[in-house]
């Protein structure tokens, strides 16, 4: 790869840093007096960015390869993106609260609402999405290319795969400038990155998955982890060709100024619908990260039990079973809702026996990174079965009288994206730290545990992000039956700002060893 595509990738890195915090300055202004929040995260990522620079020019790094190269910036890029839209969403939230007619009146305007619109915070959710899957796909690929003994160096297969990570890591970035300052400073660049963003991301995405079937040894048989960790992969695309439609629907009917179209009602229900398909693939990374680590944990130990075999088959068939009632409930009447129940309770009930798994595969765990991820995987289950109780609340809210629906389900919107944004960090830590520990077992030829022994300050990293995530639960949980008040929004911008510090601190031992 030439010097010239890593500058390109640490330069756009940078910019989206500088103009994350720029917008969370002016956001954020208006409001000092009832939403404190600390910039020191936002410090710590620009820190952790720059590190990149450097990372990536040092020839100390030549043996890092360029796949786990591109991982580390993405996953840098998506706590990113996710702290500036949790600090939007806050904004809009506590503005509307505050000042209910400005969204109506030209005086109550904001530059924010101006530089973060509909479609902006669309397309940045869409990147938050595909973020943490690409990055299971580029280290699963990478992984599983060492252990099967393919020649990373040589072999054009796996160069072709490269190609393809250099192109899905430059869509995203992008896609996360089209969310920001682009927006601002041009609709003609907005409307290029976004356009040319998503093609990069999709087209690299498709190199990915091909290589998912092309890139492995033709001795060693497909695991059952790695068959259903490549299904969900393509129902995450499935998902977010979704999400595409439903935007660019509602930027025709914008377009051509039809106003009354909807009923208020119809306008919250098409809100929700891209809500609800975003949870419904979001559920994708969660259990892809089950899979990922039951596939490389039953390398080194053996087969797993048919049971878990089982498990992981009927979690996949679950999730996709919840997103088909997401998408067909505005074209029934109940039938939707029973069956997203279903779906759900078919999930948690084999995700338990998957689990079971993952723990049979040894208790304690071979390090303390995977103990974390196992934990954190209980407490994103745990989450993910709120959002989904909280969304079939706010529906029927809908559908309730007009005059008080604005406000209960903006109240209960806000809770269900503070619970997807905690569950987002949990995912991210879990990959980070899936990373740590086989890139010790597979490429490093070490212990892992020896191997996070001997950074020093990982494990309270680790320590740190595990608290602060479950800390956000808790208030969340709280904040849903006594509601929000200055102590709970302190409580989670503290935990926001702590996981922030805890994921740089991980992805500069990711770096730096």
């Known amino acids: 790869m030439s010097p010239r595509v890593w500058f390109l990738l640490a330069f756009l890195s940078s910019c989206v840093v500088n103009a994350g915090k720029i917008s969370s300055d002016m956001a954020l202004m208006p409001l000092q007096t009832t939403f404190p929040f600390s910039n020191a995260e936002m410090g710590m990522q620009a820190d952790n960015i720059f590190a990149f620079s450097s990372f990536i020019s040092s020839k100390d790094s030549a043996d890092v390869p360029f796949s786990a190269k591109c991982f580390l910036i993405l996953t840098s890029v998506f706590v990113l993106v996710n ?157 977010l060709l979704t999400i595409k439609l439903v935007l660019l629907k509602n930027r025709l009917v914008a377009s051509l100024s039809m106003p009354d179209v909807f009923s208020h009602a119809d306008k919250l229900l098409n809100q929700q619908k891209i809500e609800e398909i975003q949870s419904a693939a979001e559920f994708a990374p969660v259990m892809m990260v089950v899979f990922f680590y039951l596939h490389f944990r039953y390398v080194k130990v053996g087969e797993p039990s048919q049971l878990t075999e089982v498990g992981m088959t009927g979690t996949t068939v679950g999730v996709f079973v919840q997103a088909v009632a997401v998408i067909i409930k505005s074209s029934f009447a109940t039938f939707p809702f029973w069956l997203r129940i279903i779906g759900v309770l078919v999930t948690y009930v084999f995700l338990t026996i998957t689990m079971y798994g993952a723990i049979d595969a040894g208790w304690p765990a071979p390090s303390f990174a995977i103990e974390a991820v196992l934990v954190l995987l209980f407490l994103i289950a745990f989450v993910k079965l709120m959002i989904v109780i909280l969304q079939e609340i706010s529906i029927s809210i809908v559908k309730d009288d007009e005059v008080e629906q604005g406000q209960r389900f903006a109240r209960l919107t806000k809770l269900f994206q503070d619970m997807e944004a905690a569950a987002r960090y949990g995912v991210i830590v879990c990959i980070l730290l899936l990373y740590i520990h086989f890139r010790a077992s597979f490429l490093l030829k070490v212990e892992p545990q020896t191997f996070i022994d001997e950074i020093g300050y990982l494990k309270e990293m680790i320590i740190l992000a595990m608290v602060c995530i479950l800390v956000q639960i808790v208030v969340l949980i709280v904040e849903l039956g006594v509601g929000s008040n200055p102590v709970m929004a302190t409580l989670v911008s503290i935990a926001i700002a702590g996981v922030n510090i805890a994921v740089a601190g991980i992805t500069y031992a990711a770096i730096s060893t």
Do not use: H
């Open 83 to 239: 702290l500036v839209i949790y600090v939007v969403q806050q904004v809009t939230y506590y503005r509307l609260a505050f000042y209910p007619n400005a969204e109506t009146s030209q005086k109550g305007g904001t530059m924010v609402s101006s530089i973060f619109n509909e479609v902006t915070l669309g397309n940045a959710k869409a990147a938050l999405t595909f973020t943490p899957v690409v990055a299971l796909l580029i280290i699963f690929l990478l992984f599983r290319a060492e252990n099967d003994g393919i020649n990373m160096y040589e072999d054009k297969k796996w160069r072709t795969v490269e190609i393809g990570i250099a192109i899905v890591t430059v869509g995203i970035v992008l896609q996360a400038l089209d969310s920001f300052t682009v927006a601002f400073a041009s609709n003609t660049i907005s409307g290029i990155a976004e356009s040319l963003g998503t093609l990069l991301t999709y087209t690299g995405y498709l190199f990915l998955i091909t290589g998912m079937f092309v890139v492995k040894s033709s001795i060693v048989p497909a695991t059952v982890a790695a068959k259903c960790f490549l299904t969900l992969s393509l129902f995450l695309l499935l998902c």
